[in-house]
DNA sequence: TTTCCAATTGGAAACGTTTTATATGGCGTG
DNA sequence: CACGCCATATAAAACGTTTCCAATTGGAAA
């Protein structure tokens, strides 16, 4: 009845065979009688069996289950990412252990080594910056590790994006084509290549190719959330030049900018245009609704993680550095062309 | 240098101690001498040795990995309960394996057999509805298993919850107080216990107390997100007499139900007063921002962890069904008194 | 000194699998 | 009818810990 602790010595006895030809039935071995075959699956559903995993991660030294460390899976953002990374891991019979890092080195170490230590056959890694430390432990790791929505920074690691830099500049310029001569950017910290190396770059190159100027105060950093955002959007307010339109770094953040302007009696579109980023299902949660750049999370984790099974059952892998496509996806925050 | 395959039998050569006395200072065993301890802590330092998990876990049978079960990650409602059970796993050195549900029960029932087969030590479970081939399984689950946010409908499981029928029947006073005669109920399904039995219950038992009549078509299900709020709104607005005073099942709906009266060229709190149900982030991302009942999903997860810690440990549990406080958070989709 | 007890250490079994090398059986072939 | 081979099955050795029990050590008391 209580499927605990029956092993697999109990089934062979049971089925009058050797544990190792059970274990070929478990493991669907193909090396086994039909009538055998059968003996031992009756045995197995008769005592009601369950191989025990990590006797099998001991013996294999596989453990079918694979790490995944995100900043906050409370972050809708990071919660798509890791919905993604879990589907496909169901698929390919992995199960995930998660840990969240708050983007924290000491953290994401601490955590690092003890996945490993629980010998997780593979690791997805999420994170705003790679320090240093953490790459050397990465290197050292004996198991493949994937970035998802992360960039590799110059080190040689697998890894899921999209392409920031010309999003941005899509998104800008997309503005700029709207007749501003003035696009403001709120955005996280620059710190993060991913901010400062990319979005940003994007942005002032679309600036630049319109033949704008860049004007340092029309960029206010925050930290992602939707207070940063009304916040930023705030401050801009305040300014006689004040951008009339902006381009933001996370869905979360364009809402509060939205709100900021329509608190101070603006109306989006008429006379503020607004962009976000991420494409989070916030962008359909507001009025007017949010035009975005689609950053496909879910798909993000997805294919991360499908990649990291390519590697793991050592598959040809053609591009270990994925970009994977963006656009924009045209709402109400923007006037009709 | 790597890490990897030093096992404690290296150590223990290292560091001319037997493989049992580095197990003893692995684990913190005071029965140690303190220079032996050094010498054993050097070894392990210059190899690089890092425990195995999985050989540990088979040797002891305690494999201090928890798994959590919830319907899907990416809704920003389990999101918040998940990170709730991991910080608390991880401060009592837990980690977590995450599975989705769908609240299907076959993957339910998969996946909780997946979870026994990898030997957690506990499992915390959330879902809509307990099927009973579900509640089968549970019973002769050899770990501990904690429902979160989840009612354990008669059985004798640990729970962590709210009084989700008082918590309705706050909500819905409250609305009668601003002198509603009539008022709108949009929930999930009522075949989940949490919406039928609880907070309909409550619903029911606030008109009742205020004698007001109950109306069949003041009520209308959705399936929790934004679109089946907006919708059921819309669909409510075509009545001549629609309720002015909706109270909405989860705070997604409630951000539908407000767009779909602003849609209609309404006033959200002066022709149409909402109140919404969870206090997610969203709350406050809307204007008005979202008077709503405080269900703290973090604590919930928090709290169940703790819970399933003190039965991991033995120790003494006073009370195994936890409800904790909810209260009504006033913003402004609700008039002031 | 001896004796004895407590503190410390070591040896080896156990945990439940996988896997390798080996044995067995049946059957077609010459 | 004997031989060799392929398909199956078995036995036993890993895998890297924990843990029980026994052995040793050290020092205080006698």
Redesign the pocket.
Known sequence: MNSN?V???DVAREA?????????V??GN????P???KKVQDAIDRLG????A???G????KTTTVGVIVPDISNIFFADLARGIEDVATMYKYNIILGNSDANRDKEIHLLNTLLGKQVDGIIFMGGRLHEDLVEEFKRSPVPIVLAATLNQGYDLPAVNIDYEQAAYDATEMLIGHGHKQVGFITGPLEQQINGEKKFAGYRRALEDAGLPFQENDVILGNYTYASGLEAMQKMLERDDCPKAIFAGTDEMALGVIHAIQDAGFSVPNDFEVVGHDNTRLATMIRPKLTTVVQPMYDIGAVAMRLLTKILNAEEVEEKNVVLPHRIERRDSLRND
């Not at 069996?49 to 025990?52: A, T, V």
């Not at 001991?58 to 030294?61: D, P, T």
């Open positions: 602790n092993t697999i010595y009058g065979v050797s544990m190792a030809t059970v274990s070929r478990v493991n193909p090396n086994v009688k009538t055998t075959r069996y369950r191989p025990n990590v006797a099998r001991l013996a294999s030294k």
